[in-house]
């Protein structure tokens, strides 16, 4: 079945460092990633997302590429800032007409410390 | 513009009660999702419902159930509870008829089983 693998976390980061967060995945097909964020007590968000091999996914300084080579879908941000500090979660919905769930990672905590 | 709502907040349980978990969509979409999150991992699938019918299920037992009402507002039960099905539940709401049915999460039910 499908699986997605990120990066262990907690990542601790100093405001306006770089951020690279690792995400590879299992999938037959072509499936569609994302990146969804969670906030301290809140529901997700998502943040950014990628449908098709080579497509770049950007929203709020934060990018990611979807590597079919690689099945990687790292979420990079070149500079941290103390307000983005959540858990970041990598995604994957399937391809195929009856796929409709969301396969998730087991989430990495970042903390951006002014 | 009301996102996807969710009721109630928290809710505390002992083992073996049943609970009913409610979750109203984003307005204009007509497919509901639900997810258990425990604590430090990522969401996982318990099923969606589309045109008042499970369309998918995630590894979840028959204690789990669901439905889907004509308004599309769903509802998730949980019966016989156990210590493990303390979680957070997570409602995501859809449009079916989009290429990719993007799924948008509520603030979720903090549940604990006692």
């Known amino acids: 079945g499908n699986s997605v693998t990120q990066m262990e976390g907690p990542v601790t980061l100093s405001e306006e460092a770089f951020l690279t967060i690792n995400c590879t995945y299992t999938?037959?097909?072509?499936?569609?990633l994302f990146w969804y964020v969670q906030y301290p007590g809140e529901g997700l968000q998502l943040l950014l997302k990628?449908?098709?091999?080579?497509d770049k996914g950007s929203n709020k300084g934060f990018e990611a590429t979807y590597r079919k080579e690689t099945t990687s879908f790292h979420l990079e941000k070149g500079s941290v800032q103390v307000s983005d500090s959540a858990v970041y979660f990598c995604?994957?919905?399937?391809?195929?007409?009856?796929?409709?769930?969301?396969?998730f990672g087991k989430g990495t905590l970042l903390t951006v410390n002014p | 513009d009301a996102g996807v709502t969710q009721s109630p907040t928290h809710l505390i349980k002992t083992r073996g009660q049943q609970v009913t978990l409610r979750c109203s969509p984003k307005?204009?979409?007509?497919?509901v999702s639900w997810y258990q999150q425990a604590l430090g991992q990522g969401p996982q699938f318990i099923f969606q419902?589309?045109?008042?019918?499970?369309?998918q299920r995630g590894n979840f037992p028959d204690r789990f159930s669901g439905h889907q009402f004509p308004n599309y507002s769903s509802e998730l039960n949980v019966n016989a509870l156990l210590l493990g099905d303390s979680a957070l539940y997570l409602c995501?709401?859809?449009?079916?008829?989009?290429?990719?049915?993007?799924?948008?999460f509520g603030p979720g039910t903090r549940l604990t089983v006692l």
């Open positions: 995501a709401s859809s449009f079916d008829r989009l290429v990719l049915n993007e799924q948008f």
């Open positions: 999938a037959t097909g072509y499936p569609s």
């Open positions: 990628a449908t098709k091999a080579d």
């Open positions: 995604a994957l919905m399937g391809s195929g007409g009856s796929n409709y769930k969301l396969t």
């Open positions: 307005s204009g979409h007509d497919t």
């Open positions: 419902y589309y045109e008042e019918e499970e369309r």
